[in-house]
């Protein structure tokens, strides 16, 4: 449903307004193909003639294909140290064009939600959907609803949920997961807005069956942004096919803060991009995680 399609939603609709001004307003250099070995995996390609001439080609995502899980592709943003927590995302350095093009964009326009955890979504004021008005118009080229469901990892229930944005809009669904001896409490504060829903993913929670919960849902495709304990997570679990990273060429960001910290990952590199002009330096990768 579109933002201002209820006049009632005032704030709701001034946010949205605000975050398609800033994403109309941003200079978007593009990306240049540095390499790309994509062909033979099978995989999804999503663009427009838009996107292609600034992406310098396809964005890809594995295929369907895990049942009863939703696939999953994880998102970030490091500087070039390896950090990725910073109080503004936007001092890691990763630029306009991965801000909005691929963070905001490619990443999560075919996404039937998109999952974050406590902290990444613990500020009132913010909202996880696209904003471009060229990848609004793909997303509902390929089916999708205006804005993709919201999806949040929380132990504790800590949780914004009386000034929350994003808890606060009936027309946006969203779900939180959480263990099990916190969702009494959780449904308690959420009793008068029926479009959140608490998943019990157990104790300790669950994620594989948090994921089994919304694809029955009908969450086909989500897109995880951070934080880097719920990507982890996530990892360890067996969850994500596709990792989307994006590399500045500065450092910043607290130090020793990586994405992931666990066993080596088995990952596959199919997409190398470079970044031009104001964003030169800048590299955004593309892997395929192996089991």
């Not at 607290?254 to 666990?262: V, W």
Request: aromatic content about 8%.
């Amino acid at each position: 449903m579109d933002c201002a399609s209820r006049a009632n939603v005032t704030r709701f609709e001034t946010y949205c307004q605000r975050r398609e001004k800033e994403a109309l307003s941003a200079a978007l250099s593009g990306f240049y193909t540095v390499d790309d070995r994509s062909p033979g995996y099978g995989l999804v390609r999503l663009g427009s003639d838009w996107t292609r001439a600034r992406f310098d080609g396809d964005f890809y995502r594995v295929r369907d294909g895990l049942g009863d899980l939703p696939e999953m592709n994880l998102v970030f943003v490091q500087s070039r140290d390896g950090n990725t927590v910073a109080d503004n995302p936007s001092t890691l350095g990763g630029g306009d064009t991965d801000k909005h093009l691929v963070y905001e964009g490619l990443s999560r326009v075919d996404a039937d939600a998109v999952l974050a955890g406590a902290a990444t979504a613990r500020s009132g004021g913010m909202v996880f959907s696209l904003w471009h008005p060229e990848l609004v118009a793909l997303r509902c080229l390929l089916g999708h609803r205006r804005h993709p469901a919201q999806v949040v990892v929380t132990d504790g229930g800590d949780l914004p949920i009386e000034r929350g944005l994003m808890f606060d809009e009936p027309t946006l669904p969203v779900y939180l997961i959480t263990k099990s001896p916190v969702v009494a409490s959780l449904r308690a504060r959420l009793r008068n807005r029926p479009w959140v829903e608490v998943v019990d993913a157990g104790n300790p929670v669950s994620l594989p069956a948090a994921m089994r919960h919304l694809r029955e849902r009908g969450m086909r495709v989500i897109s995880a942004i951070g934080g880097r304990r719920t990507a982890t997570a996530l990892l360890r679990s067996g969850l994500i096919s596709d990792i989307y990273l994006t590399t500045s060429p500065i450092e910043a960001g607290e130090p020793d803060t990586p994405f992931y910290e666990g066993p080596p990952l088995n990952l596959t590199r199919i997409l190398l991009k470079a970044g031009n002009g104001p964003d030169a330096g800048v590299k955004f990768e593309h892997f395929l995680v192996k089991p």
